[in-house]
Structures are given as C-alpha cells and as structure tokens.
C-alpha cells in the first residue's frame, strides 16, 4: 500500500498534499494522481478516515476525498479546481484542449464523468442500493452505505434512474472515441492526451477494474464495482475498456497504488 501521512502532519508541511483514503481505487483520487503523475508533480498522500472525518472537516470544510492542498492556498476539492491547479503548476503537457469548442465538450463530458449526478455519482448510488438490498451483508457494510447514501442523493427512485444515465454517458464516450479512432487519432481529442482520458481510464473502476495484479484492490470492494447491470454492460464497449488499457498502460502507474 502507498505511504500516507495524517492530517495534522500534512498541515505543517508546503508543496502539494493530496487527501485520499487508503487501500481503495477512488476514481476522482487516481484521477488527480494521473494528473500529477503525468505532469511529474510530487505529492504527498494524506490518509481520509473511513467515514466522517472531522479533522479533514475541519482542514478543509468538506469532508470528501480527494482533496489537493498547494502550500498556503485554498483546498481544491473538486475535479475541475484540482485540473486548473495541475495545469497552472505545470502546463505542459497541457491536458485541456486549446481549441474553445473541444475544451467546451471536454468539460462537459468530463463533467458527465465526475461531477454531480455523473457516472460516479450514479455509479455510487447503484453500488449503495445493492449493498442496501443484499440480506447477507454485514451491519458495519449496510452502515457505510447508509452514510454515504445520505451524503450523496441515494433514493430508490434515483438508483431506479442511475442505468439508463449511465448508459448514455457511455454511449456518449464511445460515440466520440470510436469517431476519432475511425479518422486515425488516439485520444478522445485527437492525436493529444487529455484530461478525459484519464478520468474515463480511472472511473472505468467502477464497472470494470483491471485485473487485481494492476489493480490490488480488496476483493469485497472488487465485486461491490464489478457492473452486472445489462443496460450498462450494453454500453460499456470494447472500444472504452481497451481504451482505459491502453492509457494505464502506456501512461499510467501500473500496478496501481493506493
Ligand atoms: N468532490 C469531488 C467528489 C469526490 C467524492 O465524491 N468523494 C467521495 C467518493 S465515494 C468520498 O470521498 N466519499 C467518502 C466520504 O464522503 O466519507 C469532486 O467533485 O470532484
């Protein structure tokens, strides 16, 4: 497992912290460690505790991971405040494209990824919903997924709505990946690597994760994201996972740490 300091630690020391929980693929963390990873960035790892944590409450007014402090700067604790930071700390490789229309479709679709009612988002209420409604899982396994039900949207209603949503997400990302393939470049954006890339490769965790020699993660939390969905195994294409394959393989950290 990665080395990871504690929050009181963390607080006396400048450069980059990243705030992520321990021994577990979160998609939004391995996201922005790719973003650091590619642009060479050093970091140090900062241990979430499972649950509510108040000292990261009281560190950095939230209490979700990840989280990337810059010396005396405000917490980003978002996807897009985390990209801006990277982007301005090293901005080459640049990983937001130049031209205005693909940036604008790139945030967006990253957005549909990571963001609010996204395929994280939608992906988390579904694995909650299962996790509610197995009989054989423990108290302490219903417990967390009551918690982070409560923090984030879980109703029955929305995990009715959550395959069809990701669904089209998935549709979407294929649509253009296989439509740039067909014209001979590379990434989601043409012949250069963007943030989008990265985040498809690190959420794909949550339907597909890699196998466990690149990616050792615990077997409970493997089947809780393996996806058994048929609506969204209908539109997890072969193109999108080889995709994630070849961004971890040829630009990623592999085995994956955390
Ligand atoms: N705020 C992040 C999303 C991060 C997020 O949803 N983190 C969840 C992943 S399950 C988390 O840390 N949950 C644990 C907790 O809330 O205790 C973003 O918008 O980029």
Not at 76 to 104: C, F, G, H
């Amino acid at each position: 497992m990665a080395d990871y300091i504690d929050i009181e630690q963390a607080k006396t020391l400048s450069g980059l912290r990243i705030v992520a929980p321990p021994g577990r693929p979160n998609p939004w963390a391995e996201g922005l460690k790719s973003l650091c990873h590619i642009k060479r960035v050093p970091y140090v790892l900062v241990r979430k505790v499972a649950g509510h944590d108040p000292a990261l409450q009281g560190w950095t007014l939230q209490s979700s991971a990840p989280v990337a402090v810059w010396n005396d700067e405000r917490p980003r604790t978002t996807w897009n405040e985390q990209l801006y930071l990277l982007e301005r700390l090293v901005p080459e490789p640049s990983l937001v494209p130049k031209d205005k229309e693909a940036r604008v479709l790139m945030f967006g679709l990253c957005n549909e990824l990571c963001g609010e009612a996204g395929l994280g988002w939608y992906r988390r209420i579904m694995i909650i919903h299962s996790t509610l409604s197995d009989p054989e899982v423990t108290e302490q396994g219903k417990a967390a997924a009551s918690y982070l039900g409560e923090k984030y949207g879980y109703s029955p209603a929305s995990a009715e709505a959550a395959s069809q949503r990701i669904g089209q997400t998935l549709r979407m990302l294929n649509t253009r990946l296989t439509a740039q393939q067909s014209e001979g470049r590379e990434y989601f954006f043409g012949n250069l690597m963007s943030a989008l890339d990265i985040y498809w490769s690190t959420f794909a965790v949550l339907l597909q994760p890699m196998p466990p020699e690149l990616c050792p993660m615990d077997p409970a939390i493997r089947d809780s994201f393996v996806n058994t969905d048929p609506i969204v195994a209908e539109s997890l294409s072969p193109e999108l996972l080889a995709h994630r394959d070849r961004i971890y393989r040829e630009h990623l950290q592999l085995p994956m740490d955390f």
